[in-house]
């Protein structure tokens, strides 16, 4: 139902699929033995956490929402579509350990890797499952310098909800796009976080606004993020909920945009 609600079908329908588009995923890993995740590997793997030069996933995270983002082959023969852009390709980075967690770090690290590797590898879109509850800055530099160079910034905006200023940076920033999750019936879910970003600086600063009337709204975005069919380590399928399974449909509703019109 989630890939039919984002319109991903008729998108595929029409010829795009997300072809030609370079995605970077960060998050716990990934799992290239599952689904059709190795054919859509770019080569480019970073772990920031142990080091490892191959990809690899001890947590099922990162598995689990990259499959959202590009597993299956669309309209093809394979019988599991997970993914809303079947058609990219991706560069992986491990921010997080086995527990599924990271830190400030740890994501900076990443983040690096990515705009050092932006030099030679056309990456667009960066879809990031991650992120903490609070008013930091820690991370705002970085992800300023994504959008600089052309990385468009997709982040979970938490799973704080249902009481309101329980965003997590930095999926609060004005600079990234924060997902929240949606039901099937287009409500709202509980655990999503709610708005406002801080009003403090430099969430406050209109000159740091996408656009005059942002003002403080956050999550920019709702996805289908409730019983949404992902890739397990077991080699199946679990049926998840999270803003993390939700904005892998934005990243990858993003590639979508960008296989018909590049220069978005």
Known sequence: ??????????????????????????????????????GKWAGYWYDSINGQPAPYDDNGHGTA?????LDGDGHGPYPYDAGVAPGVTFVASK??????????ETMLDSLQWF????????????????GAYGASTDLWPAVETLKTIGIFPVFA??????NPETT?????????????SSTSNDFVASHSSRGPAPDLAPWNAPNNWYTLDWNLIKPDLLAPGVGIACLNLQGGYSYLDGTSV???????????????????
């Not at 991903?8 to 059709?36: K, S, Y």
């Not at 705009?115 to 991650?130: E, N, P």
């Not at 997590?168 to 929240?180: E, I, K, M, Q, S």
């Open 157 to 162: 905006i938490g799973n704080g909800g249902p």
């Open 65 to 69: 929402t990259i499959s959202v983002l």
């Open 1 to 38: 139902w989630n890939l039919d609600r984002v319109g991903a079908p008729d998108c595929w329908d029409e010829g795009f699929t997300g072809q030609g588009i370079i995605v970077a995923h960060m998050d716990t890993g990934v799992n290239l033995g599952l689904g059709l995740l190795a």
């Open 115 to 130: 705009a050092d590797l932006k030099a030679t590898v056309d990456i667009r879109v960066l879809s990031a499952s991650t």
């Open 95 to 104: 921010c997080l350990n086995h527990s599924g967690l990271g830190t400030t």
């Open 246 to 264: 939700a904005s892998p449909h934005v990243a990858g509703a993003a590639a979508l945009l960008l296989s018909k019109n590049g220069s978005l």
């Open 168 to 180: 997590a940076f930095p999926g609060n920033y004005p600079l990234t796009l924060g997902v929240g």
